[in-house]
């Protein structure tokens, strides 16, 4: 069971070390969008500040959002999503491999970037690890829930775009206890309880969202 | 009882009793809606803090209440068509949704028109206004995706998941903006009723949500009859019907 | 009663705006909507009178 | 034993087949014929479970497919129209990777020879993205000599292929039937199977 867990993991890790430019697409872009709302307001390093975490939390969430359709799109196109369905172990446990390594190539270098990015919207330094912690906490959600938005969207038309109404509501929460961690720490409180509900709301789209997804690529396939 | 069930759930045998059941909800919904008319305007008291500007809950709370509950409503639907596999179930889902939307729209505007004379700004981030924001999107990513597919079957199935993944959310997405309402003090008006209300103006407000209720299940049956219509157009029974109709 | 005169009644105490708005633009979404769906029925009626001559 | 029963398939508004059965036993083969747009590739992912009949069902071993999928699925290699092969991985790699998702654990050695049967060990270090049409063909055929299903799907297995690579396929599939193994195919052409018994079934447009 765990070896075919890890080859599904194994196979994505390698084919997004083949392609990496797709890699870097994410992080230019995450970048990009942070590095466009200091321009757009101006460089006030008070202002800035008081942003920093709802701009780097919805850019962050963007930058998932994006690489979204390449999750399941090239498996239908190339035949082996089918091949996927077919396998003995439980689909859902497969998929949850797949969102593994989604989060892996495009959650988790956001992750590590968003402190340089936190330094450029003088951040306070607890408030930067704060960041750290909420991202690598709230992003796997991000993943999990955008992996049933591009199940349910895969060979439809205009997905980019359809993904984005059906996903970008879902985040909600993830963004209000993420962002709401980072800001509670840059005014001086606790950021433990956001924490703990963003870890609770991690742990149920765990627990759902493979299972969501792995029904909703089974009607996409049909 | 097994039997009727799936008697009525074959479209032929239901479009002709929806159309029987259509003009009695139309009926109870306007009894409902001028007997409501009449107690929120003739009846209820003027607020002391609000005048008359409180008489917009008499639709903005109904109005509110409907588009949550028929979201409800529309994931059991959802869930029974994907449970059991029936094609009507999958339909009514469908049917309930541009209702829903309006309602919720609705229930946005009515509300920022009550916000603008009591706070004197159109739209306040309050948790009941931003939560049916949310709500919006919700229906209309529904109905996006439904629109988006072409395949019926696909369609129906496709749009009951994300019912039931949005109905798992709701709650959560309401608990959260919650919280974020309370902390950030900045926007702490409170659109909610005033608790000191008068029994009448609540009579007024469950016999609107009444009449809307009613009004809903009319339009949803009027909609699923369309859709049934133009999913079946090539069979007998649409062909039967629409040659009698333009005798 | 609650109201003196019928322009009191819609005067509304002042908001009449706000509250005719609300209740009037309420009243035309029900009614384009049930509008909307008759002519949606006739639609599909005529479509598949449509095909049927084919 | 795979037995259809009063199978039906709706696409879209088309009724493209009722009341379809069979029984296949060990060692049959089943071919499906008909022209494009007959309903062949969807009867056939039908009775891999990828597609819910409108009507009827499908059992393996007395048990519905639906229902015992965890019964069905390790005894069951599909190959569709679709190569299910990774371009940017090479030949070896989709393959031994492709084996392991279906729950079978393959050496490289064993991944080999079978690239080596279907005659494209050279290809072995390739990227999948480099061959042509009918050499990726042969990748992904060379998964039935590493498979120990019982039950082939095989969906146009033939085409593409060039006539000593038909021969060596029939060959494996023959063997494969010797051996009490079922297979279902979809061909344009006659192909040289030897099985214990062969059952025609004909979808009209």
């Given at each position: 069971m765990n070896q075919t867990w890890l080859t599904v993991l194994r196979r994505d890790l390698l084919l997004a070390l083949r392609r990496r430019s797709d890699i870097a697409t994410t992080l230019f872009f995450f970048v990009i969008v942070s590095s466009l709302f200091p321009l757009g307001i101006g460089p006030e390093p008070a202002v800035l500040s008081s942003i920093a975490p709802g701009v780097l939390w919805v850019a962050a969430l963007l930058a998932g959002m994006i690489s979204l359709s390449r999750l399941f799109a090239a498996d239908s196109a190339d035949g082996s999503l089918e091949q996927m369905l077919l396998a003995p172990q439980p689909l859902a446990w497969l998929v949850s491999a797949k969102i593994f390594a989604h989060w892996?190539?495009?959650?988790?270098?956001?992750?590590?970037?968003?402190?340089?990015?936190?330094?450029?919207?003088?951040?306070?330094?607890?408030?930067?690890?704060?960041?750290?912690?909420?991202?690598?906490?709230?992003?796997?959600?991000?993943?999990?829930?955008?992996?049933?938005?591009?199940?349910l969207t895969l060979g439809v038309r205009g997905s980019g775009l359809l993904v984005a109404l059906l996903v970008l509501p879902l985040y909600i929460p993830t963004l209000i206890f993420g962002a709401g961690a980072v800001a509670a720490s840059a005014h001086g409180m606790s950021a433990e309880a956001h924490l703990s509900l963003l870890a609770a709301v991690s742990l149920l789209s765990l627990v759902l969202a493979p299972l969501a997804t792995a029904a909703a690529l089974r009607i996409s396939v049909e | 009882m097994h039997m009727n069930w799936f008697k009525y759930s074959s479209p032929q045998t239901f479009y002709p009793?929806?159309?029987?059941?259509?003009?009695?909800?139309?009926?109870?919904?306007?009894?409902?809606?001028?007997?409501?008319?009449?107690?929120?305007?003739?009846?209820?008291?003027?607020?002391?803090?609000q005048g008359e500007a409180y008489r917009i809950i008499f639709v903005h709370v109904p109005a509110a209440w409907m588009s949550m509950f028929i979201y409800l409503v529309m994931a059991g639907w959802a869930a029974m068509g994907l449970a059991l596999n029936a094609r009507l179930s999958a339909m009514m889902a469908q049917a309930l949704a541009p209702t829903g939307a309006m309602f919720t729209l609705l229930a946005l505007v009515t509300g920022s028109l009550w916000g603008k004379p009591m706070w004197g700004t159109w739209w306040v981030w309050d948790a009941r206004l931003t939560s049916e924001l949310i709500l919006l999107f919700l229906y209309l990513g529904f109905m996006a995706l439904q629109s988006?597919?072409?395949?019926?079957?696909?369609?129906?199935?496709?749009?009951?998941?994300?019912?039931?993944?949005?109905?798992?959310?709701?709650?959560?997405?309401?608990f959260s903006v919650k919280w974020w309402n309370t902390l950030h003090q900045g926007s702490s008006i409170n659109m909610g009723v005033a608790p000191k209300m008068a029994a009448t103006m609540l009579l007024g407000m469950l016999l609107m949500a009444l009449a809307f209720w009613m009004?809903?299940?009319?339009?949803?049956?009027?909609?699923?009859?369309?859709?049934?219509?133009?999913?079946?157009?090539?069979?007998d029974w649409v062909q039967s019907l629409s040659a009698k109709g333009s005798k | 009663m609650q109201w003196a005169s019928w322009s009191a009644f819609f005067n509304m105490g002042g908001y009449a705006f706000y509250v005719w708005f609300s209740f009037g633009l309420t009243a035309l979404c029900v009614l384009w909507e049930v509008y909307a769906l008759r002519q949606r029925s006739r639609d599909a009626l005529r479509l598949a009178q449509l095909l049927a001559q084919d | 034993m795979l037995i259809a029963q009063g199978l039906a398939c709706v696409r879209g508004d088309r009724l493209l087949f009722k009341d379809l059965g069979f029984v296949l036993e060990a060692g049959s083969l089943l071919y499906v014929l008909g022209e494009n747009g007959s309903g062949k590739s969807s009867l056939l992912r039908m009775l891999c479970g990828l597609l819910t009949p409108e009507q009827g069902e499908i059992l393996w071993a007395g048990k519905s497919i639906k229902n015992h999928a965890e019964l069905y699925l390790p005894n069951l290699k599909y190959l569709g129209h679709l190569n299910g092969l990774k371009d940017d991985l090479t030949a070896l790699e989709n393959l031994q990777m492709g084996a392991r998702i279906a729950g079978q654990d393959v050496t490289a050695t064993a991944a080999l020879a079978a690239l080596t049967a279907i005659g494209i060990a050279r290809c072995a270090n390739l990227p999948?993205?480099?061959?042509?049409?009918?050499?990726?063909?042969?990748?992904?055929?060379?998964?039935?000599?590493?498979?120990?299903?019982?039950?082939?799907?095989?969906?146009?297995?033939?085409?593409?292929?060039?006539?000593?690579?038909?021969?060596?396929?029939a060959a494996r599939i023959s063997e494969h039937l010797a051996a009490g193994g079922m297979t279902i195919l979809t061909s344009h052409q006659d192909v040289p199977i030897q099985a214990k018994s062969t059952v025609t079934l004909s979808l009209s447009a």
């Open positions: 892996l190539v495009c959650g988790l270098p956001v992750v590590l970037l968003a402190p340089l990015i936190g330094l450029q919207y003088a951040m306070p330094n607890d408030a930067l690890w704060v960041l750290v912690y909420s991202l690598l906490l709230g992003t796997p959600t991000l993943s999990l829930i955008g992996a049933i938005g591009a199940a | 009793l929806a159309g029987k059941m259509i003009p009695w909800f139309f009926w109870a919904a306007s009894l409902l809606c001028a007997v409501g008319l009449y107690v929120s305007f003739a009846i209820a008291p003027t607020d002391f803090q988006s597919i072409d395949d019926p079957r696909r369609a129906d199935r496709a749009g009951a998941l994300l019912a039931l993944v949005g109905v798992v959310n709701v709650p959560i997405i309401y009004y809903s299940v009319a339009v949803a049956l009027m909609r699923v009859r369309c859709i049934m219509l133009e999913r079946e157009r090539s069979s | - | 999948v993205r480099v061959l042509s049409q009918g050499q990726k063909r042969r990748v992904a055929l060379a998964a039935l000599w590493l498979s120990r299903s019982p039950l082939w799907i095989l969906d146009e297995p033939f085409a593409a292929l060039d006539v000593a690579a038909t021969e060596v396929l």
